[in-house]
T-cell receptor, first 108, second 114 residues
Framework: GDSVTQMEGPVTLSEEAFLTINCTYT??????LFWYVQYPGEGLQLLLK?????DKGSNKGFEATYRKETTSFHLEKGSVQVSDSAVYFC???????FGKGTRLSVIA | EAQVTQNPRYLITVTGKKLTVTCSQN?????MSWYRQDPGLGLRQIYY???????DKGDVPEGYKVSRKEKRNFPLILESPSPNQTSLYFC?????????????FGPGTRLTVL
C-alpha cells in the first residue's frame, strides 16, 4: 500500500540554521503531497502542499518541491526560529497517509 | 471562525468505564475522521465518515465506536476503555477525501485509562 517515510527526529538546530526534513513516499497513481505542523499542545495544521510533479509548496518561509523522479517531498527552511519548534508530518493523498512525524527543536 | 472542537481536552478514567469524546465542526464538511497519536507510531486512523450515517473502519478500530447522526458532529465512543487506549486523540474534517482536500484538526484529547 501507499506509505510515507520521513527522517526520524528529534532534530535540534540553533536559531538561523538551515533546516531540511527528508520525506519520501511510495504510491500508486499521482498523489498530492502535504506537510502538516503540530505546535505544542495543538492539533495538526496544514503548512504547505503540492498537487503535481515539480510543484513547489511554500508558506511561512518553508518550501517543499514535489519530485516524482525521486519520490520525495523534502521540507526546507533557510533560517529557522525558536517559534518553528514543533512536530512536522509529511503526508500523501489519496488515500490519506501520514508519516510518523519529525520533532524539531530550535534553540536560541 | 472555522474550527473543529473536541471535548474534553483531558480525561483520566478507569478501565471499563464507558466514555464519549465529542467532536464538532462548523465548516459544513462531509468527511470526518478520528486519529490516535502515539510516540513512535505517528497518526493512525481509527474511524472515518464520508457523510451522515456513513462510517467506516480505519486502521485501528478495535475497541472504538462512532456515530454520524448529524453532519457537524462525530463522537468517539469507548464502551469499555482499557489501558492500551491511553493516547492523544484527534478529530479531523475536510470537504472530502480527494487529492486536493486539506484536513482540519481539532486541538486533541489526551486520554489516560488507569
Amino acid at each position: 500500500g501507499d506509505s510515507v517515510t520521513q527522517m526520524e527526529g528529534p532534530v535540534t538546530l540553533s536559531e538561523e540554521a538551515f533546516l531540511t526534513i527528508n520525506c519520501t513516499y511510495t504510491a500508486t497513481g499521482y498523489p498530492s503531497l502535504f506537510w502538516y505542523v503540530q505546535y505544542p499542545g495543538e492539533g495538526l495544521q496544514l503548512l504547505l502542499k503540492a498537487t503535481k510533479a515539480d510543484d513547489k509548496g511554500s508558506n511561512k518561509g518553508f518550501e517543499a518541491t514535489y519530485r516524482k523522479e525521486t519520490t520525495s517531498f523534502h521540507l526546507e527552511k533557510g533560517s529557522v526560529q525558536v517559534s518553528d519548534s514543533a512536530v512536522y508530518f509529511c503526508a500523501l493523498s489519496t488515500p490519506l497517509v501520514f508519516g510518523k512525524g519529525t520533532r524539531l527543536s530550535v534553540i536560541a | 471562525e472555522a474550527q473543529v472542537t473536541q471535548n474534553p481536552r483531558y480525561l483520566i478514567t478507569v478501565t471499563g468505564k464507558k466514555l464519549t469524546v465529542t467532536c464538532s465542526q462548523n465548516m459544513n464538511h462531509e468527511y470526518m475522521s478520528w486519529y490516535r497519536q502515539d510516540p513512535g507510531l505517528g497518526l493512525r486512523q481509527i474511524y472515518y465518515s464520508m457523510n451522515v450515517e456513513v462510517t467506516d473502519k480505519g486502521d485501528v478500530p478495535e475497541g472504538y465506536k462512532v456515530s454520524r447522526k448529524e453532519k457537524r458532529n462525530f463522537p468517539l465512543i469507548l464502551e469499555s476503555p482499557s489501558p492500551n487506549q491511553t493516547s492523544l486523540y484527534f478529530c479531523a474534517s475536510s470537504n472530502g477525501q480527494g487529492r486536493l482536500d486539506t484536513q482540519y484538526f481539532g486541538p486533541g484529547t489526551r486520554l489516560t485509562v488507569l
